[in-house]
């Protein structure tokens, strides 16, 4: 069975930092592009970086110069570091499949950025 869990989250203080991780089972993990999202509650998920099978990467422009999206094939998880946070980055964050029918999306890990 698929499955997502994220993890790594917490509270940071501005300028801080932290690294989450989204370990995937059930299916061949280094055959796949995976994605990180966020979403703020009551807001619309956002999508934050992509990492492809040759791990090439995209960032969004609010993210880009200070996340870092990562791929472990031998551990079947993708890490996202986040640098110099802010309190706009501030969200839920979950991760997922790059393909036309996406797996069960996980229970997030929250992520707040507040002195």
């Known amino acids: 069975q698929e499955q997502l869990v994220e993890s790594g989250g917490g509270l940071v203080q501005p300028g801080g930092s932290l690294r989450l991780a989204c370990t995937v089972s059930g299916n061949p993990f280094s055959l796949y592009a995976f994605t990180w999202y966020r979403q703020v509650s009551g807001r619309q998920r956002e999508w934050v970086a992509t990492i492809t099978v040759a791990t090439k990467t995209r960032y969004a422009d609010s993210v880009k110069g200070r996340f870092t999206i990562s791929r472990d094939n031998a551990k079947n998880t993708m890490y996202l570091q986040m640098n110099n946070l802010k309190p706009e980055d501030t969200a839920v964050y979950y991760c997922?499949?790059?393909?036309?029918?996406?797996?069960?999306w996980g229970q997030g890990t929250q992520v707040t950025v507040s002195s």
């Open positions: 997922n499949i790059e393909r036309a029918v996406l797996m069960n």
